[in-house]
Each structure stands twice: as structure tokens, then as C-alpha cells.
């Protein structure tokens, strides 16, 4: 059972435009959200995150969103650059519960 | 300055054999995880210690068994490999073991049964 959902594997976007990643969720008692990048060969780095009690939470190029009452979190990168192109993990935690990680979304940014 | 190092990179055995993943973090975090990525490329945690002791144990098989000699290391073996064994493992870490906390990923182990 998924509770942590991306369901485009991949996305293209031109360099410069916004890119958006989505991430749903199923449990309603998550409380806060993690997004992770990944280039080929290396671990996971950490982005940003937001917690339950917030909608926003802005870093520079990227923001991400968070709507509870849809379940639904997105990351906003923008302007888009060809060093963006990486695989994003959405993640989610409930206390002190072990992280949930989505299946990724491979973002390709084109020059 | 690679900051959680893991090894090896690549790690290729038969089935039946023992083998171990190293990790070790300059970080000064004092929790560490084992991760695994299957090959539908979800990432679940196996297990998590804080300070040398053992804090979540995930239902992994008890043909894994974890050690920390101290709080910048945690290595991984794993006995009588399976074709099922088969992922990447990535290790982590961060500073409290809160899960909001982020953590620091190595470039992680591929570990491929024959």
C-alpha cells in the first residue's frame, strides 16, 4: 500500500520555465514533508521541507506547497536549470515513524 | 570531504555467500540508517541506530544484522544472500532522531545476486 504517491515518473521542462512536481499522500496524520533530489550514481540529497502546520515554505528557486485537505504536496522550481535534472522523492513522517518515501519523478531540464 | 561514505560501490556475489557493506560519516551525527532501493525503486528503511543502539528494526530478516562499533559508523551484513537481497543500499545519518530531521545519504552499495 503506497501511502506516498508520485504518480508521473517522469517530466520534461524547458531551462527557464517552472517545473512542478506533485506528490500525494494517503495518511492524514503525516506532519511533515520532505524533498529529496537525486543524480545518477550518488545518495539522495536533501532540498527542502514543510511542515503540517504550514502551505509554503520557500528556498531560493524552489517552494513547495502543501494542501492537507486535498493530501497533495508540489514542488515549484523555478526558473529551471539543466542542473535540476535529477530524480525528486517526496517523503512524509509521522513522529517519530520512519520515513515514506515516494517512487521519484526523473525531472529532465532541457536547454 | 565525502560526508557519508559507504563501501563498496559495487558489490557482486553468488547466492549463499556472507558479505558486508561499510559506512562511516564525519558529520558528527549521532544517528544512522540502512536503506534499501528495490527495483521498484522505492527507498525503505531496514534500520536506524542513535549512539550505537539499535532504534528501529523494520521487519527485515534477521539474515541482516547491523553493527555500530561506534556513533560515525554503521556497517551492514548480510548472510546466506538471496536473489531477493539484490537493490542499492544506501546508508545515512543525521544529528537527532527525529525523522523531520534531514539526512545525509552515501552514494550507496548495488548489490547484485548471481
Known amino acids: 500500500d503506497q501511502q506516498v504517491k508520485q504518480n508521473s515518473p517522469s517530466l520534461s521542462v524547458q531551462e527557464g520555465r517552472i517545473s512542478i512536481l506533485n506528490c500525494d499522500y494517503t495518511n492524514s496524520m503525516f506532519d511533515y514533508f520532505l524533498w529529496y533530489k537525486k543524480y545518477p550514481a550518488e545518495g539522495p540529497t536533501f532540498l527542502i521541507s514543510?511542515?503540517?502546520?504550514?502551505d509554503k515554505n520557500e528556498d531560493g528557486r524552489f517552494t513547495v506547497f502543501l494542501n492537507k485537505s486535498a493530501k497533495h504536496l508540489s514542488l515549484h522550481i523555478v526558473p529551471s536549470q539543466p542542473g535540476d535534472s535529477a530524480v525528486y522523492f517526496c517523503a512524509a513522517s509521522i513522529g517519530n515513524t520512519p520515513l515514506v518515501f515516494g517512487k521519484g519523478t526523473r525531472l529532465s531540464v532541457i536547454a | 570531504d565525502t560526508a557519508v561514505s559507504q563501501t563498496p560501490k559495487y558489490l557482486v556475489t553468488q547466492m549463499g555467500n556472507d558479505k558486508s557493506i561499510k559506512c562511516e560519516q564525519n558529520?558528527?551525527?549521532?544517528?544512522m540508517y540502512w536503506y534499501k532501493q528495490d527495483s521498484k525503486k522505492f527507498l525503505k528503511i531496514m534500520f536506524s541506530y542513535n549512539n550505537k543502539e539499535l532504534i528501529i528494526n523494520e521487519t527485515v530478516p534477521n539474515r541482516f544484522s547491523p553493527k555500530s562499533p561506534d556513533k560515525a559508523h554503521l556497517n551492514l551484513h548480510i548472510n546466506s544472500l538471496e536473489l531477493g537481497d539484490s537493490a542499492v543500499y544506501f546508508c545515512?545519518?543525521?544529528?537527532?532522531?527525529?525523522?523531520?530531521?534531514?539526512?545525509?545519504f552515501g552514494d550507496g552499495t548495488r548489490l547484485s545476486i548471481l
Open positions: 558529520l558528527g551525527h549521532d544517528t
Open positions: 514543510i511542515s503540517s502546520i504550514k
Open positions: 545515512a545519518s543525521s544529528q537527532g532522531q527525529g525523522w523531520a530531521q534531514p539526512q545525509h
